[in-house]
Structure formats: C-alpha cells, structure tokens
C-alpha cells in the first residue's frame, strides 16, 4: 500500500512571525469593514439568500410635514424601512413607516394630511389575519394592499378619508401597505404584485 506522507508544520519565529500577525490582523480588519448583506423573507419565513435589496434608508426630513397630531393624542415613533415592488415593467422602491405592535398598527396613518411622494405605511402582523381597517382621523383617501407571507398582493381596498366604515378583505394576510389613493394603478401595481420585505419587518403582538 502507498503511504501518504503527512504534512508537518513550524514555528514562524523573528520577522516571519510578525510579517504573519500583520496580515492576520489586516485581514481582520477588512473582514469587519464589509457590510453586512441584506437578506430577506423566505416564503417559509426562513433567511432567504443574500440579495441586492437596499438597506434601510434613514426617515426622510418631511416625513412628519402632514402631521397634525390633537394635543390630546401622544405622540408615536415609527421605524422606516424601504421596499421593493416588483413588478412587469421593473423594480420599484418605495419608502415605508413600520406599524408592527399593536400601539403602530392602530395609529396607522391618522392625522396625516399628506405624505411625501413614494412613502406609505406597512403594517406587519405576528399571524395571518383577516383584521379589518378603517379611516377614522385620517384626513387621506388611501389604498390598503393586503398581501400574503410571500409579499403578494392578495386584495386592494379603498378607504376613504375620516371615514369609520370598517373594510375587510376577503383573504387572509400576513401584511398591508397603505399608499395615498390612486397610487398603485399609477405604478403599474395590482394583485399579483409582490413586494420584498426586509426579514427585520417583523409584526408582534404587543
């Protein structure tokens, strides 16, 4: 039988060794300055692969231009995260406060006069639901798309401006995207269209 020799190693001792700790270390180094990839949700909830999705955008300076908040309502953060729509003609990115506690999802978009352009609101939910939604103190007429654990757009509803009239949509749903009316027929948007949502949008039930 043919042996197979076994490779020794030694000690790197003078100048080979520390020649030897500078690359360790600039290596290192490099290795910490890369950003990290943005991964999104799996259709199983799992961590996707690495994508080219944008990272979170900070919140822009007009975000809060419309709100006229009564001085008998609290103020409420929100996080801002940017979504990718695709569609036929083309990817869109859209920027979108984060409603994922029960606190952010029932203030939504109340007291907001306007939006800038390409922002709306996502609501995330910690299981499907066929929750409804109303308008009630939200001066805008909106378009509410229902969309399922994948990012597909399930249903669009409207919902007209201050109006209390409960709208329910006839599926179930994992998320929904409020955008100022008209806009998704605008954008080449409709059931079908899916959406990539970073994995840290997350709903919790609280």
Sequence with gaps: MQSRSI????????WR???????IAALALAACNDEA???????????ASES?????????DDIDDGLELPDDSDPISFDYVQLVMVTAGGELAIGALVAD???RRTRGLMFREELPDYTGMIFAFPVETRSPFWNQDSPMDLEIAFLDAEGVVQEILLLRGNDPTLVTPETRYLFAVEMPAGWW??????????FVIPAGVVGLAE
């Design 17 to 23: 060794a520390s020649l030897a700790l500078l690359l």
């Design 7 to 14: 490779p020794t190693f030694r000690r790197i001792g003078g």
């Design 101 to 103: 506690t029960i606190r």
């Design 37 to 47: 990839p943005v991964v999104v949700r799996a259709p199983d909830g799992a961590v």
């Design 185 to 194: 027929l605008e954008n080449g948007a409709a059931v079908g269209t899916r």
């Design 52 to 60: 080219t999705l944008p990272a979170a955008t900070p919140i822009p």
